[in-house]
């Protein structure tokens, strides 16, 4: 049976005249089950970049990927297989008449592996049209609640304009989440970002093609994973109230502040796709009208909703006191989590600064980077950053912009910098 709990991180004391009020709330899933597992059936849509870029090397381990995708499919999963270049193409099933999808057997399976064998790399790239099939084929399944794709290229999205590709991403929102990665260096990680972020997924280098195989074979395992198809955080604030933003922060920073959808006059929802057995944690920001001090009052009900049941609640508090012991604290949840989130935009500015040319922002922004990964104790972006600068002092940020950099070392950072990790102790 699945369970949610709810916990929250808070120091609930505002001075006098005090508006703002944050908050960390931890939520963990226990029970989850398999995808499809609530009662409904799930989906899982394999995309595969067989542009000419891909050459002939990594065509083959890009099929050799798709099949152990395949391969982990659970039975009973509604299932399709995209070809993408310039224009999207769909693999398996063929001639699949009104619904576009298939569910997984035995024979199905085997069908669609050899209809991967036929993968050829040629044309061009664009991902836009690879997004609109994926959804057209996810929404040919009527009452599907659960719809994961994984999104493979190798390029940039040469053949459609920025406009084009943000139409296609908008048109998908809520439709289903995608997992995207790259393989090699020839991809730009800012474009590829913009999808995972809007699908509510991850985005990844690959930059050893043979690791392929493995990487689809983990993305489809934890996706078969996720027994709770869909589930909202759903944020009453009271009368007046205003929610400055709300971020998932672990185990990634998500902003999901423009995501909100109306419930009623005082509540929202955001959305936070689907769980497997896990913990989440969410950066909650109320802005009040002051109080006189010695007033309490509930700043937000945050709750994790699944269908119209709510699984669990945490409560976020306000109180204004003129003890400045009190008020002058900072929470250790909100402080590591803030400082998690500037990591995040100080590694992605210092790297654009970098490419740009801008040596002294790039030197200036890495160097909070490092300083920031240290004091937060996040040792996997200090590692990353060590490959990017060479590091005098830590604790101060002084940092020296490396000769030499391995691409796919920086992209490995940039792609990396919205992980997050929990406070120690």
């Given at each position: 049976?699945?369970?949610?709990t709810?916990?929250?991180?808070?120091?609930?004391?505002?001075?006098a005249?005090?508006?703002?009020?944050?908050?960390?709330?931890?939520?963990?899933?226990?029970g989850?089950?398999?995808?499809?597992?609530?009662?409904?059936?799930?989906?899982?849509?394999?995309?595969v970049?067989?542009?000419?870029?891909?050459?002939?090397?990594?065509?083959?381990?890009a099929?050799?990927a798709?099949?152990?995708a395949?391969?982990?499919?659970h039975?009973?999963?509604?299932?399709?297989?995209?070809?993408?270049n310039?224009?999207?193409f769909?693999?398996?099933?063929?001639?699949?008449?009104?619904?576009?999808?298939?569910?997984?057997?035995?024979q199905?399976?085997?069908?669609?592996?050899?209809?991967?064998a036929?993968?050829?790399?040629q044309g061009g790239?664009?991902?836009?049209?690879?997004?609109?099939?994926?959804?057209?084929?996810?929404?040919?399944?009527?009452?599907l609640?659960?719809r994961?794709?994984?999104?493979?290229?190798?390029?940039e999205?040469?053949?459609?304009t920025?406009?084009?590709?943000?139409?296609?991403?908008?048109?998908?929102?809520?439709s289903?989440?995608?997992d995207?990665?790259g393989?090699?260096?020839d991809?730009?990680?800012?474009e590829?970002?913009?999808?995972?972020q809007?699908?509510?997924?991850?985005?990844?280098?690959?930059?050893?093609?043979?690791?392929?195989?493995?990487?689809?074979?983990?993305?489809v395992?934890?996706?078969?994973?996720?027994?709770?198809?869909?589930a909202?955080?759903?944020?009453?604030?009271?009368?007046?109230?205003?929610?400055l933003?709300?971020?998932?922060?672990?185990?990634?920073?998500?902003d999901?502040?423009?995501?909100?959808?109306q419930v009623?006059?005082l509540?929202?929802d955001?959305?936070?796709?689907s769980?497997?057995?896990?913990?989440?944690d969410y950066?909650?920001a109320?802005?009040?009208?002051?109080?006189e001090?010695?007033q309490?009052?509930?700043?937000?009900?945050?709750?994790?909703?699944?269908g119209?049941?709510?699984?669990?609640?945490?409560?976020?508090?306000a109180r204004?006191s003129?003890?400045?012991?009190?008020t002058a604290?900072?929470?250790?949840?909100?402080?590591?989590?803030?400082?998690?989130?500037?990591?995040?935009?100080a590694?992605?500015?210092?790297?654009?600064?970098?490419?740009?040319g801008?040596?002294?922002?790039?030197?200036?922004?890495l160097?909070r980077?490092?300083?920031?990964a240290?004091?937060?104790?996040?040792?996997?972006?200090?590692?990353r950053?060590?490959?990017?600068?060479?590091?005098?002092?830590?604790?101060t940020?002084?940092?020296?912009?490396?000769?030499s950099?391995?691409?796919?070392?920086e992209?490995?950072?940039?792609?990396?910098?919205?992980?997050?990790t929990?406070?120690?102790?």
């Amino acid at each position: 049976m699945t369970e949610f709990t709810a916990a929250v991180y808070q120091n609930e004391f505002l001075p006098a005249g005090g508006t703002d009020v944050h908050a960390i709330v931890n939520l963990s899933c226990t029970g989850a089950g398999q995808a499809g597992a609530g009662g409904g059936a799930a989906g899982e849509i394999i995309a595969v970049d067989t542009s000419g870029s891909m050459g002939s090397a990594n065509m083959e381990l890009a099929k050799r990927a798709a099949v152990a995708a395949v391969e982990n499919i659970h039975d009973g999963t509604w299932f399709a297989v995209v070809a993408g270049n310039h224009r999207a193409f769909l693999a398996y099933p063929r001639n699949p008449g009104a619904v576009g999808m298939v569910q997984m057997t035995p024979q199905t399976r085997f069908e669609a592996i050899n209809a991967i064998a036929t993968f050829r790399a040629q044309g061009g790239t664009a991902i836009g049209s690879w997004l609109n099939l994926t959804r057209a084929l996810f929404d040919s399944v009527p009452n599907l609640p659960q719809r994961h794709a994984i999104i493979l290229t190798d390029g940039e999205n040469h053949n459609e304009t920025p406009a084009q590709l943000d139409e296609a991403i908008n048109a998908c929102l809520g439709s289903f989440q995608a997992d995207c990665r790259g393989v090699g260096t020839d991809w730009k990680v800012s474009e590829v970002r913009r999808i995972s972020q809007a699908l509510l997924g991850t985005v990844d280098i690959i930059p050893r093609p043979e690791d392929m195989p493995r990487v689809f074979a983990e993305l489809v395992q934890q996706s078969m994973s996720r027994g709770v198809a869909d589930a909202a955080l759903r944020v009453w604030t009271p009368q007046g109230a205003q929610v400055l933003f709300c971020r998932q922060v672990l185990p990634q920073v998500e902003d999901l502040t423009g995501r909100a959808s109306q419930v009623n006059p005082l509540t929202v929802d955001y959305p936070t796709g689907s769980w497997s057995d896990e913990s989440r944690d969410y950066h909650v920001a109320v802005r009040l009208a002051a109080r006189e001090l010695g007033q309490e009052q509930l700043a937000a009900r945050v709750q994790i909703v699944v269908g119209e049941q709510t699984m669990a609640q945490g409560l976020v508090k306000a109180r204004w006191s003129d003890d400045d012991s009190l008020t002058a604290r900072i929470d250790p949840a909100v402080a590591h989590y803030t400082g998690q989130t500037e990591l995040a935009d100080a590694i992605q500015q210092g790297l654009a600064a970098k490419a740009a040319g801008r040596t002294d922002e790039a030197t200036t922004r890495l160097g909070r980077a490092v300083q920031l990964a240290a004091a937060t104790g996040n040792e996997e972006a200090t590692s990353r950053l060590r490959k990017v600068v060479d590091i005098d002092d830590p604790e101060t940020g002084t940092v020296r912009l490396k000769a030499s950099v391995d691409k796919a070392d920086e992209m490995a950072l940039d792609t990396a910098s919205t992980k997050t990790t929990r406070i120690r102790g």
